[in-house]
């Protein structure tokens, strides 16, 4: 029987969770029509939480998590599938209900997965991950509401964080003027290489903000939420359009419905979990040929397995920049 090595994390009787790599087997592996022998996973904001257990993501256990992963899968009953086929999963539960990208091994059901696009690797796949795949929902939310290059600027709130750093360089590639806001200064020069045409210190709209502003920009991808998501709005021109994601500030939005009934501004919610199979494949499409892979190359950094419990503290106290690929097979 093949074994693999996995990252499980267990409650403790006394309260609190543990975090330890572990050899399993494929008679351990969860349910599902298709097994994929995992190459590459990736570290997001999620992740950081379910293996610090800071919000309860896990929900059931024990668990191995990683809500994303790449890799080839080794048998299918599920009939789009068959041994060999490079895929990509995000989401579904994975990596909270159901295990995920950190083990060698993942058996999931085949309606979860997508096709690796042709001329990408598994590890560029994972260096986009869930995070760049979300920035991706967020630029196509942004067009289906009418946004072009031209329109106006673009606001990217969390800009050096992993869904931010993805939208700078995938907006910068299509044509559009890209704010970056930032906390981190020492940063700018990253995100200009990016794509970001100026920086704005995040300290300009993470404080409570008035219900209109002078009109700065015609869109924004915001991963931030609380204040920022509010002052945001609040400065969108008039019938522009904010996609909104993340909640590394704070899960609440303390606006008021000014923007939408005096300017005609569109708040567009963002969802990648549970987001219809039409949607992902047009997405990873997109990534294939708009995003720079020069780019996605320079804004990632690979790690191990070993390393997630480490990455996944750091990615909370937001002090990973960009994208981090964790070498999984
Ligand atoms: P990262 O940690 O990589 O990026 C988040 C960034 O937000 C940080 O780098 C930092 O950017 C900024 N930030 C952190 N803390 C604060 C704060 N207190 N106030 C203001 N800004 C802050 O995470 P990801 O990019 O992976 O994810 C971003 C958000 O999007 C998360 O909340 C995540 O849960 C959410 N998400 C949602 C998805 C969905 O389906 N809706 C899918 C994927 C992610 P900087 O240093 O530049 O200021």
Sequence with gaps: MSQFKALLVSKREEGGQTA?????SDSDLMEGDVTVAVEWSTVNYKDGLAVTGKAPVVRRWPMVP?????????????????????????????????????????????DWLVPLPDGMTSQQAMAIGTAGYTAMLCVMALEQHGLK????????????????????????????RVLASTGRPQEADYLKSLGAADIIDRSELSGPGKPLAKERWAGAVDSVGSHTLANALAQTRYGGVV??????????????????????????????????QAKRREAWTRLARDLDHGKLAAITQTATLEDVPRLASEILAGQVRGRVTVKVG
């Design 66 to 110: 990683g809500i994303d992963f790449a890799g080839r899968v080794e048998s299918s009953t599920h009939p789009d599938w068959k041994a060999g086929d490079n895929v990509i999963l995000n989401g579904w539960g994975v990596g909270e209900t159901h295990w995920g990208g950190y083990g060698g091994k993942a058996r999931v059901k085949g």
């Design 243 to 276: 996609a909104a994601c993340g909640l590394a500030q704070g899960m609440d939005l303390p606006a008021s419905v000014a923007p939408f009934i005096l300017r005609g501004v569109t708040l567009a919610g963002i969802d990648s979990v549970m987001a219809p």
């Design 20 to 24: 330890e790599i572990v050899e399993l």
């Design 149 to 176: 290059p031209g329109a106006g600027d673009i606001l990217v709130t969390g800009a050096a964080g992993g869904v931010g750093s993805v939208a700078v360089a995938l907006l910068a590639g299509l044509g559009y």
